[in-house]
């Protein structure tokens, strides 16, 4: 994402073009998938059968969830899992970098951390 999309999410740029051709492709992939759950008598435990179980409430008649919206929110879903693990992975990497506990080798620190995790709750072991 470029920060001139958060204000003009529509501009016609290169970047955005992009952005909007790979939409579409994840949607195709993305329909089939639905298509073929929904055609299924099998019912799974997963995100995916919950936004094809689901229904509008109090609007649009009560009716089902579209691909389309289901496409959104898998894509939502998708890239909020990547997101969190980024920043994640940037704060345990700045806490590393940072730490002040004394000199060990970054490879081995989380290592140490996590054994002194677990050996101070007993039930872990």
Avoid at 20 to 42: E, H, M, P, Y
Avoid at 86 to 102: A, D, F, L, R
Wanted: charged content about 20%; glycine content about 6%.
């Amino acid at each position: 994402m470029r920060p001139i999309s958060v204000i003009w999410p529509y501009l016609p740029t290169s970047f955005h073009k992009k952005r909007d051709q790979a939409r579409v492709k994840l949607g195709k992939i993305f329909a089939k998938v639905i298509q073929a759950r929904r055609a299924s008598n099998t019912k799974e435990e997963d995100v995916l059968q919950q936004f094809c179980d689901a229904r509008y409430q109090n609007v649009l008649g009560g009716r089902q969830l579209t691909e389309e919206e289901i496409t959104g929110l898998l894509i939502a879903v998708l890239f909020a899992g990547q997101h969190t693990s980024s920043i994640t992975s940037s704060w345990t990497g700045y806490e590393m970098i940072n730490t002040k506990v004394g000199w060990v080798p970054h490879k081995e620190l989380p290592m140490l951390q996590q054994t002194e995790i677990m050996a101070a709750q007993p039930e872990c072991t």
